[in-house]
């Protein structure tokens, strides 16, 4: 049970297998151009796979934290939108990865399903990904899983 600052905790032994899976599993999909992570040390390690393997550099983003103790959930999703955007102007094109976690990626996912009328199945396990594809003013959202 970690008792430090949540940002400090780092992943489990079975955080780092899933990070390794998830890593193959994401590279079986293609080209990989960007890394991208909340500040939360266990966000950054669950990249260090795909960082290692691919040579990329892992880029921190403030706005994939977790929820801050007196922030708002509209304030979280907001955070959660920009960092699209901000993913989205690094990289126009191509594909990138990003960590954050189980309170701003559900929620965030969820603004999206009303911004564009998609449907999307919600998160059940760590482990699970959404594949997040912008084509024009067309998106797509799907739940993806190592195995």
Do not use: N
């Not at 955007?85 to 965030?108: F, K």
């Amino acid at each position: 049970v970690w008792r430090g600052d949540q940002d400090e905790r780092p992943l489990s032994l079975l955080g780092r297998s899933q990070a390794v899976e998830v890593a193959a599993s994401l590279m079986a999909d293609g080209e990989i151009d960007a890394l991208f992570s909340s500040p939360a040390l266990r966000c950054y390690e669950s990249l260090a796979p795909l960082s290692d393997r691919l040579g990329l550099e892992v880029q921190v983003l403030d706005t994939l934290a977790e929820k801050g103790g007196d922030e708002e959930l509209a304030e979280m999703i907001q955070r959660g939108l920009i960092a699209i955007e901000q993913i989205r102007e690094e990289l126009p094109e191509g594909r990138a990865v990003a960590c954050s976690h189980g309170d701003i990626i559900p929620a965030t996912i969820d603004v999206l399903r009303g911004m564009y009328g998609i449907s999307a199945p919600s998160l059940e396990r760590r482990g699970q990904w959404y594949t997040i594809e912008f084509d024009g003013d067309e998106v797509s959202v799907q739940l993806r899983e190592t195995g």
